[in-house]
């Protein structure tokens, strides 16, 4: 975080001073009292403290230099002068939580404020972003509490099996890389848990997802599940079932923070954990997703089917569009997420603000219309800023 003044980090300084006392009255038959020593007076600084100063110096010198020269420049390519107003920047590497590997040909996320207006971009290989994201918006899910479409490397998909997958079988996704193309999406629902989104890829044709379906289900077992310690084979085992024309893989996986409950299931008693996640990959066509959440797989199965509406429906541009939320379902999630954290019985009292401070919030956020986040324009052929184009869905 870096700040153009101290006093946006520290707020007003004020002086200090502790109200004074008068001497006490010596006692009759006394002749004095002892006076209490003189309460120290903190000044308001007129200037930085050695650590304040020390910290500042350190920014200092993140941004001095010529605007090409300075690291935060360099690191964000803002190769002009400081903007006016306020300027954010948001390393991609930090918002992915640990999957940047998958989006190299986006860097980050910025902010500006003229003092009129706010623009946004990202910070992107124009190349990453000039496939067309329709056929992403066109087979996920529609109502989505928010909705990531991003461009995505497919060869990374090795090295993160072979970190994942350590001291187990070890598999050879050369083949599954080079099948899959274009962009995945990602997306989060209110009938779900913030734990268990929705992924979604595509292979380039139903014929190379046919082929490869064999390595997707090694990788689905290896990949997912458990040790079950009251399991007699020690894991649940994975089951393959046709649903219309797709194949979908699942497999039971015991957790406490799952989405089912232990109670509600005919496997009770060989489940290690009072919850479970039924964890289940569909293949529908040349379409492959993914989730913790068994209905959200089958979702997608049933956009396939034209028997469940796309999360396409109502966009004006698909092929250029990035992020979609719907603020009512993004509060609704949010709001019960919140309260399963926070049960009255055993945290009353963050319980208790959270009912009081965070659920007027979230219910002012759920009366938002919707919002798009696309690209305007056909992006540059190189790594640069690339604008957005904010808009709000009509009710």
């Known amino acids: 975080m870096v700040l153009s003044d101290a006093g ?58 010529k605007p090409g020269d300075n690291f935060l420049a360099k690191r ?12 954010i920047s948001l390393a991609a590497n930090f918002l992915s939580f640990g999957y940047q590997a998958f989006f190299p040909g986006v860097e980050a996320l910025g902010f500006e404020f003229d003092g009129q207006a706010w623009r946004s971009a990202v910070l992107a290989d124009g190349k990453a972003l ?27 998909l090795q090295h993160l099996a072979d970190t994942a997958m350590t001291g187990g079988a070890q598999l050879d996704l050369t083949p599954l890389a080079a099948g899959l ?13 913030l734990a268990t ?6 292979f380039k044709n139903a014929e190379t997802a046919k082929q490869l379906s064999p390595v997707l289900a090694k990788l689905f077992e290896a990949a997912v599940g458990a040790y079950e310690y009251n399991h007699e084979a020690g894991a649940f085992p ?59 797989a089958e979702d997608v199965v049933a956009v396939s089917a ?9 966009l004006p541009d698909a092929a250029r569009t990035l992020l979609r939320l719907t603020p009512a379902k993004l509060a609704q999630l949010l709001q019960a997420e919140a309260l399963a954290v926070l049960p009255k019985d055993e945290e009353p009292i963050f319980s208790g603000v959270a009912q009081a401070q965070l659920l007027p919030r979230l219910e002012a956020l759920g009366k938002y219309p919707g919002v798009i986040a696309a690209l305007p324009a056909a992006p540059a052929g190189e790594m640069r800023w690339q604008p957005l184009a904010w808009r709000y869905e009509a009710k």
């Open 76 to 87: 964000f390519k803002r190769d002009d002068t400081a903007a006016p107003g306020h300027r």
């Open 238 to 296: 994975v089951e393959t079932r046709k649903v219309h024309s797709a194949t979908v893989l699942h497999r039971v996986v015991s957790s406490p923070f799952g989405t089912e409950k232990a109670s509600a299931s005919k496997q009770a008693d060989a489940l290690s954990a009072a919850r479970y996640f039924p964890v289940s990959l569909a293949l529908a066509g040349n379409v492959v997703a993914f989730s913790p959440d068994a209905k959200l």
């Open 197 to 202: 989104p929705l992924f979604l890829a595509r």
């Open 306 to 314: 034209k028997r469940y509406p796309a999360a396409s429906d109502g």
């Open 8 to 65: 946006l980090l520290f707020g007003a300084r004020q002086a200090v001073e502790r109200p004074k006392q008068e001497a006490p009255k010596p006692a009759e038959g006394e002749e004095f009292a002892y006076a209490p020593a003189e309460p120290p007076r903190i000044e308001a600084p007129d200037a930085l403290s050695a650590m304040d100063r020390n910290r500042a110096s350190k920014i200092a010198d993140l941004l001095g230099g």
């Open 130 to 156: 000039s496939a067309s994201f329709a056929p992403i918006w066109q087979a996920l899910p529609g109502q989505p509490a928010a909705c990531f479409a991003l461009p995505t490397d497919w060869k990374a």
């Open 181 to 193: 193309d274009g962009p995945a999406g990602v997306c989060w629902y209110a009938k779900s848990k």
